[in-house]
């Protein structure tokens, strides 16, 4: 499909803006029942920090930091970016710059810094046949193999295409819905050609609309869909 290779990644981003997708998507991933969409805490990285280390969402529930990240291509680095993820995440925790106080969290004193458990997952939808689940390892980069890795980072990738994951999908009805419109994208625009690219996805998003799929949500945003869904 021509276009933007990232614009399914942009579309699921601002999905999860959203606490109560976030929330939904949460349970459906871990089996809980939490259902104070106010338990969501978003975290938003520091505004200067560089567009190319932001992941496409990241919350905190009950202690529990989440890390999500949609693909629509394969890319065995994922656990290395989810580390530079991490490391972003965590240095604006420990500064705490948020909560407009002179000193963070003290990592040099001799009392234990407590911080979110971290898990990190991949939602993968590209057209690539790929594994139902598999789990990526960063210790699977270093050049020197090592048994027992002194830094390990796992991270597990989940296929979000028809058929797969059944249990997950039924779960989150949103994730569901999102993947319909994916595939309404790819099914109107199979030949591929760019100049009709945005007159297809105005397309999927009428036939979303009209069958109450993310209705609300594309009548609203709209525009920042189409938009996201073409070249920049």
């Not at 614009?7 to 871990?30: C, G, H, I, P, W």
């Not at 690539?128 to 597990?156: G, H, I, R, Y």
Request: charged fraction near 30%.
């Amino acid at each position: 499909m021509s276009g933007n290779r990232e614009y399914k990644s942009d579309v699921f981003s601002m999905l999860m803006q959203d606490k109560e997708r976030a929330l939904q998507l949460y349970n459906a991933m871990n089996g809980s029942s939490y259902d104070n969409p106010e338990d969501v805490e978003m975290v938003i990285h520091d505004g200067g920090i560089s567009l190319s280390v932001r992941n496409d969402a990241s919350f905190i529930v009950d202690a529990r930091l989440s890390i999500y990240e949609h693909q629509s291509t394969v890319c065995p680095n994922m656990p290395v970016r989810s580390l530079i993820y991490f490391s972003v995440i965590l240095s604006d925790m420990l500064s705490d710059k948020k909560k407009g106080t002179k000193k963070g969290k003290n990592i040099y004193g001799r009392r234990l810094v407590k911080i979110p458990t971290p898990h990190f997952v991949v939602f993968y939808n590209g057209e690539e046949e790929q594994p139902e689940v598999q789990e990526l390892k960063l210790s699977d980069a270093f050049e020197k193999p090592t048994d027992e890795p002194n830094l390990e980072l796992k991270c597990k990738v989940y296929n979000i295409n028809d058929g797969k994951n059944k249990a997950i999908m039924e779960s989150c009805g949103w994730l569901n819905d999102y993947m319909t419109f994916v595939n309404k994208v790819r099914e109107y625009h199979a030949d591929g050609a760019f100049d009709d690219l945005a007159i297809d996805i105005e397309k999927a998003i009428d036939y979303c609309i009209d069958n109450d799929i993310l209705k609300e949500f594309l009548k609203t945003y709209r525009s920042e869909v189409t938009k996201s869904m073409q070249l920049n």
